[in-house]
């Protein structure tokens, strides 16, 4: 029988990995986001009495590199992403709930991998199927419930997420043992209750096990799953 997901733990992780965007300095945010989300994947595992190599946590957790290019477009794309987020904060709210989203749903998948037994054997093919799986649904549907729950989505949230980066004790512990302050504990709190509401979960798993299915050893370089839209019938 698997155990259900920790969403209030995810939904702290997935805050503190977005924060990380904060980072002043190149690569060092990134270096950051990646550490918190293989903690998030660790904690994760050890709810399921596993314990995961590295390289695996590594394979499932970290961001999308895109390789060399990848790391090429990052570096030139970095000083105009801090101005942009320097410039005008509803940049930098729409892109926090949306990777806060997107983190809560990974570890959903995560979760679900490590109660079918396929890591830490098969981390690259499910790495696969996750990836593939968030390109089917639209998780902004997370966000506008997530600002649902603010009396003044905007305002609120900007003066939320600068106290909470701001809060000197927001570290992986605190994320792991839920205290991690009243401003980001609300902010965790609502993504958590978001996420729960919107009906995207079962709908990211049910592409996340089609996926599965369709990617196997030696056939990483096969296509997301495509279904008809009805109107091609």
């Not at 998030?40 to 390289?55: F, G």
């Not at 949306?98 to 979760?111: I, T, W």
């Amino acid at each position: 029988m698997h155990t259900p997901p920790d969403l209030a733990l995810a939904a702290r992780y997935a805050l503190l990995a977005t924060l990380c965007a904060l980072i002043p300095v190149p690569f060092l945010d990134t270096f950051a986001e990646n550490r918190v989300r293989r903690a998030l994947v660790r904690q994760i595992a050890a709810r399921h009495d596993t314990t995961l190599p590295p390289e695996a946590v590594r394979v499932v957790a970290d961001l999308p590199s895109g390789g060399c290019w990848g790391m090429l477009k990052a570096a030139l794309w970095w000083p105009i992403k801090k101005l942009l987020r320097t410039i005008a904060m509803v940049f930098l709210v729409k892109g926090l709930a949306d990777a806060a989203s997107e983190v809560m749903h990974r570890a959903l998948m995560v979760h679900h991998a490590l109660g079918s037994g396929l890591l830490p054997e098969e981390a690259p093919r499910v790495r696969a199927a996750m990836d593939r799986a968030l390109e089917h649904v639209d998780t902004r549907i997370v966000e506008r419930a997530f600002f649902g729950r603010l009396r003044n989505p905007r305002g609120e949230f900007n003066r939320l997420v600068y106290a909470a980066a701001r809060h000197p004790v927001v570290t992986e512990h605190d994320a792991a043992t839920g205290t991690m302050g009243p401003e980001a504990t609300r902010l965790s709190e609502a993504m958590a209750a978001a996420v729960s509401t919107t009906g995207l979960v079962p709908e990211v798993m049910h592409w996340f096990v089609l996926e599965l299915e369709q990617v196997r050893e030696g056939d990483d370089d096969a296509g997301p799953v495509r279904v008809a839209d009805p109107g091609e019938q």
